[in-house]
Nanobody, 128 residues
Framework: QVQLIESGGGLVPAGDSLRLSCAAS????????MGWFRQAPGREREFVAA???????????SYADSVKGRFTISRDNAKNTVYLQMNSLRPEDTAVYYC??????????????????WGQGTQVTVSS
């Protein structure tokens, strides 16, 4: 059973940057796909970014159109941690951000059902 703990959220002005971290214990982040989702008040949880397991042979990252070019997902295998670097933040990026681990050694999955383990979330608030 993996435990995922997010950190790095906060309140920042529009245009600023934040880096979210997702520290995993109990299961490696290397083999399995890892993803970031977010949920704003009154809205459904939505896909943000994903990185494939290390054995994946295709594209190893995927991004929502709304964050492409601004957000970068990465993984530090030695620290068993996944990151989400968020630049040029906008008020519409305000949400609780969740880290998730895929059920299988997979590609960069974009769907909620592909993930079997979730963190508790970290709040990101971007002021205008």
């Amino acid at each position: 059973q993996v435990q995922l703990i997010e950190s790095g959220g906060g309140l920042v002005p529009a245009g600023d940057s934040l880096r979210l971290s997702c520290a995993a214990s109990g299961r490696t982040v290397t083999i399995y796909g890892m993803g970031w989702f977010r949920q704003a008040p009154g809205r459904e949880r939505e896909f943000v970014a994903a990185v494939a397991g290390i054995s994946w042979r295709g594209d190893n990252t995927s991004y929502a159109d709304s964050v492409k070019g601004r957000f970068t997902i990465s993984r530090d295998n030695a620290k068993n941690t996944v990151y989400l670097q968020m630049n040029s933040l906008r008020p519409e990026d305000t949400a609780v951000y969740y880290c998730a681990q895929a059920r299988f050694a997979s590609g960069p999955a974009r769907t909620y059902g592909a993930y079997g383990s979730w963190g508790q979330g970290t709040q990101v608030t971007v002021s205008s």
